[in-house]
Each structure stands twice: as C-alpha cells, then as structure tokens.
C-alpha cells in the first residue's frame, strides 16, 4: 500500500462511535497515518503550515467524516478553507496536491434506502459529495471513490445498537483498507 493519510474531521470527537472506530481500527495498518483534526486545532484554529506539510508528504490522501447536514463537518469545512490555500492548492504554484488521489469515507445516520431519488433523502451519498469530488479536480488531485457507510446513528439509550454499529465500523475499516490496497 501506497502512503496513506487519514484525516479524521468531527465536531465533537468525544461523542463519535462510529469514525471513533473506523480511525481506531485503521490505526493498525503501518502504511496509514491518521491525523485526528481534534488532537490538532486549538479550537476551531489550525496551523495551517503543519496541515499543508502533513498533506505534501502522502500518496493519498483520505477524509474521514460523519455526515453533518449532508456534508463535512464544520471543523472539517473550516480546515479545508484555511489549509487549500491559493499557491498551495491551486493558483501559480499551487500544485503540491498535484497526483494525489483521494478517497472518501464517511459515515450517515441515514439508512441506504434513504439516499436514493425516491428515498427520503432524495440523492444519493455520491451526489452529495459532489463538492468534495470537484475540490479534488480543482486542487489537480484523482478522486479515488468512496467507503460509506449508513445507518450509523448511535445516541446512547436513545438510538441505534452499540454493538451492531460498532461491528459495522470495523467492517467499513477493512473496506477501506482493501479499496486503498487496490489504488
Ligand atoms: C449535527 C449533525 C448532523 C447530522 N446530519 C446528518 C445528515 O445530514 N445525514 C445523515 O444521514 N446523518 C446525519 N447525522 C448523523 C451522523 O451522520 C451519524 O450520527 C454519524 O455518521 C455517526 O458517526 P459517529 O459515531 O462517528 O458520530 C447528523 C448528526 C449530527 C450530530
């Protein structure tokens, strides 16, 4: 496997199960480094040039998300406005993510049967990460697919199976870890 970066965005890592689960389990794997966007921000502030480092030195590159309203979570959207900066990521000489793929994987609440056009949510997972798909190509970078995973909602004694969704997650991590053994 090629040199992988995993950067995991939650707006409250604390509560998370299920990336919780997926960051843990990948953290097994030599060629995987995750980059835990809680351990590494002071609030919602990042150093923006250790971020840039961190991505200028993978292969591919690999956002680790749970849906929030259909889309990155606001640490995770606050990140890519402040690290993808013109001369970095686009722009004269903005071509240091030039070649990397990247990989989606992402968790929803939602069970799959929602996300269809006749299902509740009306789209599918893929059309709603059309805007992370597009940054890729505007950023020079391959897209390199996704890893989904639905019906994740855990709220303890509230909602969903601790155990049922943690089992889930760790098979999401080997799915990862297969799709990025094939890329
Ligand atoms: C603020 C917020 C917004 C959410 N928005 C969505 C959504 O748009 N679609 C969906 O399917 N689930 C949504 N969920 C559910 C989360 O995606 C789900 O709980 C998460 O994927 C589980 O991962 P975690 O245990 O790592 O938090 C939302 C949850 C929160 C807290």
């Not at 690999?62 to 402040?82: E, I, N, R, T």
Request: glycine share 8%; with cysteine.
């Amino acid at each position: 496997m090629k040199n992988v970066l995993m950067i995991v965005g939650h707006s409250n890592y604390g509560n998370s199960l299920s990336n919780k689960t997926i960051a843990d389990t990948a953290k097994g794997n030599t060629n995987i480094t995750v980059r835990n966007l809680a351990d590494v921000s002071d609030g919602f502030n990042f150093n923006v040039e250790e971020e840039q480092k961190a991505l200028a030195s993978a292969d591919i590159i690999v956002l680790q998300f749970p849906f929030h309203w259909y889309a990155l979570p606001a640490l995770f959207k606050k990140w890519m406005d402040d690290v993808l900066q013109f001369g970095f990521a686009y722009g004269p000489g903005g071509d240091k993510l030039s070649g990397k793929k990247l990989v989606l994987s992402f968790t929803t609440g939602g069970p799959s049967d929602t996300y269809t056009k006749d299902g509740s949510n009306n789209y599918t997972v893929e059309e709603f990460t059309a805007p992370l798909i597009q940054t890729a190509q505007f950023c020079q970078m391959e897209y390199a697919g996704n890893v989904c995973s639905n019906g994740m909602l855990y709220i303890p004694d509230m909602m969903g199976d601790k155990d049922e969704v943690t089992a889930k997650a760790k098979d999401h991590a080997k799915r990862l870890v297969e799709h990025l053994e094939s890329l």
